[in-house]
Nanobody, 115 residues
């Protein structure tokens, strides 16, 4: 069982930056893809970004050029640097670890962007 703990959410003005971090309770094997998802009130959870063990990244179109995902395999952490934040980025952000049909989720961290 893998436990994921997020940190770094908060309130920021539009145009500002936040950095989210996620720590895994034990080592994540090279087979796991790590990622960040978000869920706004009344909306479905959506993919934000993913990163493989080797560092290959994928971003949702709505964050390309603004968010950067990174991963430290030695420390079992994944981070999301969020710049040029917009009001529509307001959501609960969830850390995710996935391997085939296995998926682990963190408890979520609130990000609120004021306009």
């Amino acid at each position: 069982q893998v436990q994921l703990v997020e940190s770094g959410g908060g309130l920021v003005q539009a145009g500002g930056s936040l950095r989210l971090s996620c720590a895994a309770s034990r080592g994540i094997s090279s087979s796991y893809v790590m990622g960040w998802y978000r869920q706004a009130p009344g909306k479905q959870r959506e993919l934000v970004a993913t990163i493989s063990f080797g560092g290959n990244t994928h971003y949702a179109d709505f964050v390309k050029g603004r968010f950067t995902i990174s991963r430290d395999n030695a420390k079992n952490t994944v981070s999301l640097q969020m710049d040029s934040l917009k009001a529509e980025d307001t959501a609960v952000y969830y850390c995710n670890a996935a391997y085939r049909t296995l998926m682990y989720w963190g408890q979520g961290t609130q990000v609120t962007v004021s306009s």
